[in-house]
Nanobody
Framework: QVQLVESGGGLVQPGGSLRLSCAAS????????MGWFRQAPGKQREWVAV???????NYADSVKGRFTISRDNAKNTVYLQLNNLKSEDTAAYYC????????????????WGQGTQVTVSS
């Protein structure tokens, strides 16, 4: 089983910054892509950013230039640096990992964290 634990959320003023972390633990063979999603009240969960094992990144247009995703493969941890935050960034942020749990097969399973709340307000 794989567990993802996020941290780093909080209340910040518009224009401020936060850094989210998501650490994976448990029994697995390899973590492939890791990413962040968010869900605002009354809205569907939306994709924010993704990073491959080799460090290739991709971002939603709404956060491009303001958010930066990174990872530390040795620590099985993914980060999301949120800069120049806006009120519309207010949401619960979730990390996701695509995990190959067993070296004997090629099955990739998706795991989610429990979410961390980011609130942008003056």
């Amino acid at each position: 089983q794989v567990q993802l634990v996020e941290s780093g959320g909080g209340l910040v003023q518009p224009g401020g910054s936060l850094r989210l972390s998501c650490a994976a633990s448990g029994s697995f063979f390899r973590i492939n892509d890791m990413g962040w999603f968010r869900q605002a009240p009354g809205k569907q969960r939306e994709w924010v950013a993704v990073i491959s094992t080799s460090g290739t990144t991709n971002y939603a247009d709404s956060v491009k230039g303001r958010f930066t995703i990174s990872r530390d493969n040795a620590k099985n941890t993914v980060y999301l640096q949120l800069n120049n935050l806006k009120s519309e960034d207010t949401a619960a942020y979730y990390c996701k990992a695509d995990v190959r749990t067993d070296w004997r097969d090629m099955i990739i399973r998706q795991y989610w964290g429990q979410g961390t709340q980011v609130t942008v307000s003056s």
